[in-house]
């Protein structure tokens, strides 16, 4: 008796290792996001967050409300920081990391394997990139990964009350991204196709569908109440996504940037044993079926980069148990190959999507390869140029001045980086802020930025050119390349009620 208490402590002080050693990982890398994430300024999208953050509502037209949400609390603990706007996502990843290996323990495997699960997580292209800025992926992300533990935990365990985390985790995810309905999709095809079957007797299992629902339910009348606009939106964006070849390379992307490529032998390995799994093999589906979807609907290969944890986890419990059965000298080798070629493969994404440095070669290298981080530099410069032109006019034209936005992102920097220059909140018919309408009374003087020359002359009356829209370091992005000039002009040539009606904007 008091040998099998020594052994349960041995196992239960190894676990405790095990997860301290986890963390350790996760900690080093929220290090590097925590001490490299002010480096350059925010990103468009963040903007737009943190504008809808300040209109707090259950629903946004281009996505739910949970991100806001998270950015209205970033906001009244840190204020207008960058630090403070990326630290919930770096928590995030940080707990994918976490979680990633715990699912490879709960599929049997050792401390080989979780740390090698946690290390493919880490250093993959998707949670690099998600702690780098605030989007909404970033939580997306994190639901999708606690999804497939917990799927883990309640086949393993045979317990249905594991269907009530299930379902916490589809709620929150619906609340966060439209696109998990298609993982949805993967959960209820692998039931169907699978022993899981029996769940669907359990009261468990719709209790679990009623949570979800309730927590959706809030943002469903939202949409309802505004004629399921979020999906006029979707379409139009897939529409486009498609038109402009950003679809394409999605089954390239699964074996490139969905998971660090040096592990790709591992994630095969695990769908692989997904499938012979009688037990596990509703994972299989979990996988297969929204990547199939998303294939057929032509979707952008980095919306399933989160089912990727979950066969990296069983791979690495695998490859444990097959590396064990070498004699020593090749277990060595393969460990030695398998972790030169992760580490090499990380420190590739790392430099190319994190903000290392603030100059010289690896910023240069970091910009030539993100054409996320170039989107962060030139915002501020937007809005002194802005104010810059608002101040050369005349003081009749000043007292009834607006300043009229193409885009969420010159939107969301006028807004808030703008009351520091005194400029008046955005008039902006993109997204969100369409809603919100316009001024009363509306200004009879305009600075337009973020349309064309030809536009501004359909659209509005007496436009002249007033200046630049570009950044001192000669950074290409949209801003700087789309949108070069500002205008100022007279008021729209229509109504204004008829003007905003006609040119409602998704982007």
């Given at each position: 008796?008091?040998?099998?208490?020594?052994?349960?402590?041995?196992?239960?002080?190894?676990?405790?290792?095990?997860?301290?050693?986890?963390?350790?990982?996760a900690?080093?890398?929220?290090?590097?996001?925590?001490?490299?994430?002010?480096?350059?300024?925010?990103?468009?999208?963040?903007?737009?967050?943190?504008?809808?953050?300040?209109?707090?509502?259950?629903?946004?037209?281009?996505?739910?409300?949970?991100?806001?949400?998270?950015?209205?609390?970033?906001?009244?603990?840190?204020?207008?920081?960058?630090?403070?706007?990326?630290?919930?996502?770096v928590?995030?990843?940080?707990?994918?990391?976490?979680?990633?290996?715990l699912?490879?323990?709960?599929?049997?495997?050792?401390?080989?394997a979780?740390?090698?699960t946690?290390?493919?997580?880490?250093?993959?292209?998707?949670?690099?990139?998600?702690?780098?800025?605030?989007?909404?992926?970033?939580f997306?992300?994190?639901?999708?990964?606690?999804?497939?533990?917990?799927?883990?935990?309640?086949?393993?365990?045979?317990?249905?009350?594991?269907w009530?985390?299930?379902?916490?985790?589809?709620?929150?995810?619906?609340?966060?991204?439209?696109?998990?309905?298609?993982?949805?999709?993967?959960?209820?095809?692998?039931?169907?196709?699978?022993?899981?079957?029996?769940?669907?007797?359990?009261?468990?299992?719709?209790?679990?569908?009623?949570?979800?629902?309730?927590?959706?339910?809030?943002?469903?009348?939202?949409?309802?109440?505004?004629?399921?606009i979020s999906?006029?939106?979707?379409?139009h964006?897939?529409?486009?996504?498609?038109?402009?070849?950003?679809?394409?390379?999605?089954?390239?992307?699964?074996?490139?940037?969905?998971?660090n490529?040096?592990?790709?032998?591992?994630w095969?390995?695990?769908?692989?044993?997904f499938?012979?799994?009688?037990?596990?093999?509703?994972?299989?589906?979990?996988?297969?079926?929204?990547?199939?979807?998303?294939?057929?609907?032509?979707?952008?290969?980095?919306?399933?980069?989160?089912?990727?944890?979950?066969?990296?986890?069983?791979?690495?419990?695998g490859?444990?148990?097959?590396?064990?059965?070498?004699?020593?000298?090749?277990?060595?080798?393969?460990?030695?190959?398998?972790f030169?070629?992760?580490?090499?493969?990380?420190?590739?994404?790392?430099?190319?999507?994190?903000?290392?440095?603030?100059s010289?070669?690896?910023?240069?290298?970091?910009?030539?390869?993100?054409?996320?981080?170039?989107?962060?530099?030139?915002?501020?410069?937007?809005?002194?140029?802005?104010?810059?032109?608002?101040?050369?006019?005349?003081?009749?034209?000043?007292?009834?001045v607006?300043?009229?936005?193409?885009?969420?992102?010159?939107?969301?920097?006028?807004?808030?980086?703008?009351?520091?220059?005194?400029?008046?909140?955005p008039?902006?018919?993109?997204?969100?802020?369409?809603?919100?309408?316009?001024?009363?009374?509306?200004?009879?003087?305009?600075?337009?930025?973020?349309?064309?020359?030809?536009?501004?002359?359909?659209?509005?009356?007496?436009?002249?050119?007033?200046?630049?829209n570009?950044?001192?370091?000669?950074?290409?992005?949209?801003e700087?390349?789309?949108?070069?000039?500002?205008?100022?002009?007279?008021?729209?040539?229509?109504?204004?009620?008829?003007?905003?009606?006609?040119?409602?904007?998704?982007?």
């Amino acid at each position: 008796m008091a040998a099998d208490t020594t052994v349960q402590h041995d196992i239960e002080s190894q676990r405790r290792v095990d997860v301290v050693i986890l963390l350790g990982i996760a900690a080093v890398i929220a290090a590097l996001h925590l001490a490299t994430n002010n480096r350059y300024g925010f990103h468009r999208d963040e903007l737009q967050f943190l504008s809808d953050a300040r209109h707090l509502d259950w629903g946004f037209v281009p996505y739910p409300p949970l991100t806001p949400f998270l950015e209205r609390i970033s906001l009244s603990i840190f204020g207008l920081s960058m630090l403070g706007l990326r630290l919930f996502s770096v928590i995030a990843q940080a707990a994918v990391i976490v979680v990633s290996g715990l699912m490879a323990r709960e599929l049997g495997g050792g401390r080989l394997a979780q740390v090698a699960t946690a290390l493919a997580v880490a250093l993959s292209p998707l949670p690099i990139f998600e702690a780098t800025e605030f989007q909404y992926t970033s939580f997306d992300n994190l639901w999708w990964v606690l999804i497939a533990y917990f799927t883990i935990r309640l086949l393993k365990t045979e317990d249905p009350r594991w269907w009530l985390a299930i379902g916490a985790a589809v709620g929150l995810g619906l609340m966060t991204k439209y696109s998990i309905i298609f993982y949805i999709a993967g959960i209820l095809g692998g039931i169907l196709l699978s022993r899981a079957r029996r769940f669907f007797a359990s009261g468990w299992f719709w209790a679990g569908i009623a949570l979800a629902l309730l927590i959706f339910l809030p943002n469903f009348i939202w949409l309802v109440r505004h004629d399921f606009i979020s999906y006029h939106f979707l379409q139009h964006i897939h529409v486009r996504d498609v038109g402009e070849g950003r679809a394409e390379g999605f089954l390239k992307g699964q074996f490139l940037a969905c998971a660090n490529a040096g592990a790709a032998p591992m994630w095969i390995a695990g769908l692989v044993l997904f499938l012979r799994d009688r037990r596990y093999r509703m994972l299989a589906w979990m996988y297969l079926i929204p990547v199939v979807l998303f294939w057929i609907g032509k979707g952008r290969f980095y919306y399933v980069c989160a089912v990727y944890p979950m066969l990296l986890a069983m791979g690495s419990a695998g490859g444990e148990r097959w590396v064990a059965r070498l004699p020593q000298w090749g277990r060595r080798t393969v460990e030695t190959v398998f972790f030169t070629g992760l580490l090499a493969a990380g420190a590739y994404f790392v430099a190319g999507w994190v903000p290392i440095a603030s100059s010289g070669p690896l910023r240069d290298f970091a910009l030539s390869h993100s054409s996320d981080l170039r989107e962060e530099i030139g915002w501020n410069e937007l809005v002194k140029t802005v104010a810059g032109i608002r101040d050369s006019l005349p003081p009749d034209q000043q007292a009834s001045v607006g300043v009229l936005v193409g885009n969420y992102g010159e939107q969301g920097a006028i807004e808030m980086l703008g009351p520091a220059y005194h400029l008046p909140t955005p008039i902006s018919l993109t997204n969100s802020a369409w809603l919100r309408g316009y001024p009363t009374p509306a200004p009879t003087t305009l600075i337009v930025v973020g349309v064309s020359r030809e536009d501004v002359d359909k659209i509005f009356n007496g436009c002249r050119l007033a200046g630049h829209n570009g950044n001192i370091e000669g950074i290409r992005n949209e801003e700087s390349q789309g949108h070069p000039d500002i205008f100022v002009c007279g008021p729209p040539r229509e109504p204004w009620p008829e003007f905003w009606k006609k040119y409602q904007n998704f982007g």
